[in-house]
T-cell receptor, first 114, second 111 residues
Framework: DGGITQSPKYLFRKEGQNVTLSCEQN?????MYWYRQDPGQGLRLIYY???????QKGDIAEGYSVSREKKESFPLTVTSAQKNPTAFYLC?????????????FGEGSWLTVV | KQEVTQIPAALSVPEGENLVLNCSFT??????LQWFRQDPGKGLTSLLL?????REQTSGRLNASLDKSSGRSTLYIAASQPGDSATYLC??????????FGQGTRLTINP
């Protein structure tokens, strides 16, 4: 089935460590996104990519990094510079960044700092 | 800067009732407005997308309306069922598919 796969589902990080969250889509979508969700809150945009080898900062990019070397993959690295990384991370994709497109989400990854 | 607000944060109703969820936004210059459903610990599922030129969209028991002039959107759920229990989020699009989300309304349908 077509969709977005995020892994791992649960991840624990020690203080000072970098961790990478995986996001793979087989929908042949050009645009991909990373959002962060805190308890009882809406989603906030971290990074987005309109096309391979291109990405842009969202509203809360500090302490995060991404790459887009392949169309189907958009991994997110949470660096040690991110002061409060414990959250639910959601990857999404859409056919393009045209405003008329439906956006599709993965099942999310829970990151906890221990 | 666009702000999207959903009130109430939580709502509990008996099964079978019709209900309305509210979404308000501060900047009326939107491309579209979307409603999503989120089950606990899961990703989001798109329910309805209303383009800025449209007034409403319908899918089954769901009907979403959009009034740009007043900065409001509503999601109407008819004949609610326990399976409708979830968090419902609305999001406006300002451009280039950059969504601004509300905090969501957690809906509980009691059997």
């Amino acid at each position: 089935d077509g969709g977005i796969t995020q892994s791992p589902k649960y991840l624990f990080r020690k203080e000072g460590q970098n961790v990478t969250l995986s996001c793979e889509q087989n929908l042949n979508h050009d645009a991909m996104y990373w959002y962060r969700q805190d308890p009882g809150q809406g989603l906030r945009l971290i990074y987005y990519s309109q096309i391979v080898n291109d990405f842009q900062k969202g509203d809360i990019a500090e302490g995060y990094s991404v790459s887009r070397e392949k169309k189907e993959s958009f991994p997110l690295t949470v660096t040690s510079a991110q002061k409060n990384p414990t959250a639910f991370y959601l990857c999404a994709s859409s056919p393009s960044m045209s405003s008329g497109n439906t956006i599709y989400f993965g099942e999310g990854s829970w990151l906890t700092v221990v | 800067k666009q702000e999207v607000t959903q009130i109430p944060a939580a709502l509990s109703v008996p099964e079978g009732e019709n209900l309305v969820l509210n979404c308000s936004f501060t900047d009326s210059a939107i491309y579209n407005l979307q409603w999503f459903r989120q089950d606990p610990g899961k990703g989001l599922t798109s329910l309805l997308l209303i383009q800025s030129s449209q007034r409403e969209q319908t899918s089954g028991r769901l009907n979403a309306s959009l009034d740009k002039s007043s900065g409001r959107s509503t999601l109407y759920i008819a004949a609610s069922q326990p399976g409708d229990s979830a968090t419902y989020l609305c999001a406006s699009t300002q451009g280039a598919q950059k969504l601004v989300f509300g905090q969501g309304t957690r809906l509980t349908i009691n059997p």
